[in-house]
């Protein structure tokens, strides 16, 4: 029995047989017989469908319902993600029937399909949700729901009165549909966490929302992210804050609330202590509007994470600073691309080196130079809890990386790393490359932008080829040649985990693409391949193809200037996006 079941795990994700107490090993046999070869997953109650098309949509979910043992209590927690397909574009009214049956359903994420007008599928969605009254999560993120798609849902949402969970991010919604929304969250009342970010509900959106907001006594966590709010909107919000006291999450990044937005925040953010996490990134905020943000910061000691990248700290950097030395719990701190100076950096640093408990590190974009490298590399010896760092487009050069470098093999539990753009030539990549060895742990390296060249990547090649859990590998723009692809091949051969590899615009022609091509048929997890804007004509397509046709999960293809003519080549691209 239980070789057979991990013969089948091979064909989905994965079965976890211990999680499916409700399940009979028989029928656990039948399910899994059932659903072989489809891209679903079933562990601890749950199913999850991802890249999947309507017509195995509705395979795996009629399978599962009809086999003895897997009814309707069995699924507690049902995941979609059809990114790749369309699952309620046509015929959602089946789909809906389907859903309906799974009664005893707490948790529906349906992600990136559309609800077709034509088809009534915003209609047919919201009969499915009168059936579901036992939710308790609900998402349908990039749905493009439309305002009037929401009047349609929102009928039948009030009456899931457990709701604690409402993530409707990457739609339509806008002023009206907002209204509609707000209308009904105050019939929400255990409603704990709203997303919806990605959406167009501007400064008019945000004043309906705040009717309700202060009435949701146990949202802890909301995300109004990228809504073309600007000041207005946040003076609005500022308000209704002051009475938000459970609040621990607000996200309010990527919109334009500019200098008298952030001045009304700092008003109300000095009564959120519990709050664990703030993001106001790229907001056109100024070095004023920092400034009064670094009043408020000292009150949130609490705070996990904060994130003010890409606004202009400038004048208000000592402010900031000051503000950070009691920031001393973060965990994640986003300060890409805040346009400080080298004088500035170091005062920075200075209160980075007393959080101890920093796991994620963005300091990208700043243009930190030497100087700024000497001054980080003092504090990164001590962020032994460190999984990210990203410090791309930092003109670090040869002289700024050795420093870096250094540092870097204290930081073994580093997971990502970010080299991106730094003026790096083989000089810098031999000392780098001896430290690299001792992240055996990483699964995101980013080296691309940088001058790599044959003699760097003899260097690289030796200190990744341990690195067996990457997942992703970055190395375009970089001049690579045929002999430095030949360099990194003997490395690349054994990172069979590896399942994005970047190799574009570099200057690799066919003898290249012949030991790549060795190297990629063990890449069996692959999922994207960028080889664009390089050299590869005919003769190098002949060994490319072959490898290829064994990429059986390769989604992406990257080839463009294919400098070739190979009909074979030209026909097997259509078969990924390219």
């Given at each position: 029995y239980q070789r057979r079941v991990h013969g089948y795990s091979s064909n989905i994700a994965s079965v976890y047989e211990e999680d499916n107490q409700d399940i009979k090993g028989w029928d656990l046999l039948t399910l899994m017989e059932s659903l072989k070869g489809l891209p679903c997953e079933i562990n601890n109650r749950a199913l999850h469908c991802r890249?999947?098309?309507?017509?195995?949509?509705?395979?795996?979910?009629?399978?599962t319902l009809q086999t003895r043992g897997t009814g309707n209590r069995s699924i507690m927690t049902l995941t979609v993600d059809s990114i790749y397909s369309n699952i309620l574009l046509k015929d959602s009214i089946v789909l809906c029937n389907l859903l309906g049956k799974c009664e005893f359903l707490k948790i529906l994420e349906l992600r990136n399909s559309s609800?077709?007008?034509?088809?009534?599928?915003a209609r047919n969605l919201s009969n499915l949700l009168k059936q579901l009254t036992k939710l308790e999560v609900l998402?349908?993120?990039?749905?493009?729901i439309n305002d009037q798609d929401t009047k349609e849902m929102c009928t039948s949402l009030s009456y899931i009165t457990t709701l604690n969970t409402l993530n409707l991010k990457n739609n339509k919604i806008g002023n009206d549909g907002i209204k509609t929304i707000s209308r009904t969250l105050l019939k929400l009342r255990s409603l704990e966490v709203l997303i919806l970010s990605g959406n167009s509900i501007g400064d008019d959106g945000v004043k309906e929302l705040c009717t309700s907001l202060s009435r949701l006594f146990k949202l802890t966590d909301l995300n109004i992210r990228c809504n073309y709010i600007m000041d207005e909107g946040a003076v609005f919000l500022s308000k209704e804050l002051?009475?938000?006291?459970?609040?621990?999450?607000?996200?309010?990044?990527?919109?334009?609330?500019?200098?008298?937005?952030?001045?009304?925040?700092?008003?109300?953010?000095?009564?959120?202590?519990?709050?664990?996490?703030l993001s106001l990134q790229d907001n056109s905020i100024s070095s004023e509007g920092i400034a009064h943000l670094s009043n408020s910061l000292v009150h949130l000691t609490s705070l996990k994470s904060l994130s003010l990248g890409n606004n202009t700290v400038d004048g208000s950097i000592f402010n900031l600073s000051q503000s950070l030395n009691h920031l001393t719990s973060l965990r994640s701190l986003n300060l890409e691309k805040i346009r400080i100076d080298s004088e500035g950096f170091q005062e920075v640093t200075k209160a980075i080196e007393h959080m101890t408990d920093l796991q994620v590190l963005n300091l990208g974009s700043n243009r930190i130079g030497y100087s700024g490298a000497r001054h980080l590399s003092s504090v990164l010896t001590n962020l032994v809890a460190l999984v990210s760092l990203d410090l791309k487009d930092n003109e670090l050069g040869d002289e700024g990386?050795?420093?870096i470098a250094n540092s870097l093999v204290q930081l073994?539990?580093?997971?990502?790393?970010?080299?991106?753009?730094?003026?790096?030539?083989?000089?810098g990549f031999d000392g780098l490359s001896e430290s690299l060895v001792y992240l055996d742990s990483l699964q995101v390296l980013d080296l691309s932008h940088n001058q790599l060249l044959s003699i760097g990547c003899k260097y690289l090649s030796e200190s990744i080829r341990n690195m067996t859990n990457l997942l992703s590998l970055s190395l375009e723009y970089n001049k690579i040649t045929d002999e430095g692809i030949q360099y990194l091949s003997v490395s690349l051969i054994r990172l069979t985990t590896l399942k994005r590899l970047d190799l574009g615009h570099n200057f690799i022609e066919d003898e290249g693409t012949k030991h790549l091509s060795k190297?990629?048929?063990?890449?069996?997890?692959?999922?994207?391949?960028h080889l664009e804007n390089n050299r590869i004509g005919n003769e190098g397509a002949i060994h490319l193809i072959p490898a290829l046709n064994k990429l059986t999960s390769l989604r992406h293809l990257h080839l463009t200037y294919f400098m070739g003519s190979n009909p074979k080549l030209l026909t097997l691209c259509q078969s990924w996006s390219i």
């Open positions: 890249d999947i098309s309507r017509e195995d949509f509705v395979q795996v979910l009629t399978n609800v077709n007008q034509r088809d009534h599928g998402e349908l993120s990039g749905h493009l002051i009475n938000m006291s459970n609040l621990t999450s607000l996200d309010l990044g990527r919109n334009m609330i500019g200098d008298v937005g952030a001045e009304a925040l700092s008003k109300s953010l000095t009564r959120q202590t519990n709050l664990n996490l990386v050795p420093d073994t539990t580093l997971l990502t790393l970010s080299f991106r753009g730094n003026i790096i030539t083989p000089k190297a990629l048929v063990q890449l069996l997890s692959l999922t994207s391949l």
